[in-house]
């Protein structure tokens, strides 16, 4: 679509725009633009994520935000971050932070390998499993194994053709004990391979995941505001 492509030079393959970026090239994504218009709302129909670039209509965010699922998020940046509170009043607003992993040092790691989707019922947590398994559907997810157990998990909950975003979570009795830093690490040098360069974001209430971003060595590279309705 050659729309689509006018749309993409709004969002450069940077970190700080790169799940808007991912939006507009899956081809699944919902858009919502016009000519005239140096702005685009995406979304993909029953997800839970919808990003609002630039200058839109407040009608499109409407739309946008009765296909979401329940409990999903809206995306705003700092130029649109006014324009989108006011399409969305009383919805709660934080700013996430943005940060970059291209010096990020990856390493080799005998305990790491992808999950196979088989393997997800040997995770102890009843909702980590639900959430791999919706991952595998559409990627790949690196697990620590611990004496036959996946314990640690990483995978890319966004990507563009040199980026992607990454998405970490540990099975609750074994955090705090490095493992999830060591999925990440492993999971860096083998999206290397494929030319991608890994991106973390973290909302600035996450004081926990801001300090591992930093202890892996990621640096700051922008920040989006996150909008969820009230008591969601």
């Known amino acids: 679509m050659p729309e689509r492509g006018r749309l993409l030079a709004l969002v450069p393959d ?56 329940p409990g999903g998020v809206v995306l705003a940046y700092p130029k649109n971050l006014d324009e989108v509170r006011a399409a969305l009043p009383g919805w709660k607003v934080e700013r ?28 102890e947590d009843a909702g980590l499993r639900d959430e791999m398994t919706h991952a595998l559907r559409w990627t790949q997810v690196a697990a620590v194994w611990l004496d036959g ?15 992607w975003d990454i998405s970490i979570d540990t099975v609750e009795a074994y955090r705090r004990m490095g493992y999830a830093e060591r999925a990440v690490r492993w999971t860096i040098g083998q999206m290397r391979t494929r030319g991608k360069e890994p991106v973390w974001g973290a909302l600035e209430s996450n004081v926990a995941s801001r300090g591992l971003a930093g202890k892996l060595g990621f640096r700051p590279a922008g920040e989006l505001w996150v909008l969820r309705r009230g008591g969601s």
């Open 149 to 163: 157990v996946p314990v640690a998990f990483c995978y890319a909950a966004w990507m563009t053709e040199r980026r």
């Open 14 to 69: 940077e970190p700080a725009v790169v799940e808007a970026r991912a939006l507009l090239l899956s081809c699944e994504a919902v858009l919502w633009f016009e000519e005239g218009r140096s702005g685009f709302v995406a979304g993909e129909p029953g997800d839970d994520v919808v990003a609002v670039v630039g200058e839109v209509r407040s009608e499109w965010i409407d739309e946008a935000v009765r296909r979401m699922k």
């Open 96 to 123: 996430a932070l943005i940060f970059d992993g291209a010096g990020v040092r990856n390493v080799n790691d005998a305990a790491v390998r992808w999950l196979e989707p088989g393997e997800v019922e040997r995770i």
